[in-house]
């Protein structure tokens, strides 16, 4: 959920990061600190570079009060996507020129796609409020973009909340009880309870077996239907076993090829 920033920020893992990953997780907002953001005197970073610390937290805490940060620390995964996009805005700050010449993807007057909240009022604290609300209702991570909390909170609905979501979501297969003590497992782990749960792990993979096999059968009786069904070759005047168009294809050539040699092997065809 933080590749494009971090990949914006030139971080050294952007797909990779785990931010609930403790030591990475304070390993990062040591580099962030250090490259981009730079709030502290370097000697005033002593608190934040000691990772081992116990009081670690509290020195997070103190530097997220300090940087004016709306989240606190527990609401980590806020913080972080807001200090990320404290830094791109530095980043941006002190590179302009670079960034200015970057050309800019323009769509025409009919391409641009009528987005209804592009016309809300996003200041509006009834509006905030209200977001909030389906945000902790729905359990949408916060961000300090009320729209784009918004725009996921409608993207949630689409595709969870609609009656067709929500008919196939309850739709739920019957299954018959299966006695567990009926079925041998063939080792034993020493523990009653991971005994049965590696039973049932197996029935649920014998059950995934059955289904790929009916699934290659099925196949397999669609691809007969098509190279097995006679075809009249007329040049030859007779019945043939396959049709012209797989007599004509590589797959043939090289089966008849396999056959001859088997049959030079056998001494059964006499060489010219």
Known sequence: ???????????????????????????????????????YKIEDRGNLR????????????QYLQDVNCPFTVEERQESVDWLLGLAVRLEYGDNVEKYKNCPQ????????PSDPLIHLDSSNPDFKAGVLGLASLLKIQRHDDYLVMLKAIRILIQERLTPEAIAKASQSKEGLPVALDKHILGFDTGDATLNEAAQILRLLHIEELRDLQTRINEAIVAVQAVIADPKTDHRLGKLSRHPVWWRNSSAWILHRSWHQQQKHQRGQVNAP
């Not at 990475?24 to 600190?33: D, G, M, S, T």
């Not at 993807?105 to 641009?112: G, I, L, W």
Request: aromatic content about 14%; hydrophobic content about 30%; glycine content about 4%.
């Open 1 to 39: 959920m933080f590749r494009r920033k971090l990949t914006a920020l030139d971080y050294h893992n952007p797909s990779g990061f785990d931010c609930k990953d403790e030591t990475e997780f304070r390993n990062f907002i040591v580099w962030l600190e250090d490259q981009k953001i730079r709030h």
């Open 50 to 61: 000691n990772i081992p610390s116990s009081g670690w937290p509290k020195s997070f805490e």
């Open 105 to 112: 993807a323009t769509a025409t007057e009919a391409e641009k």
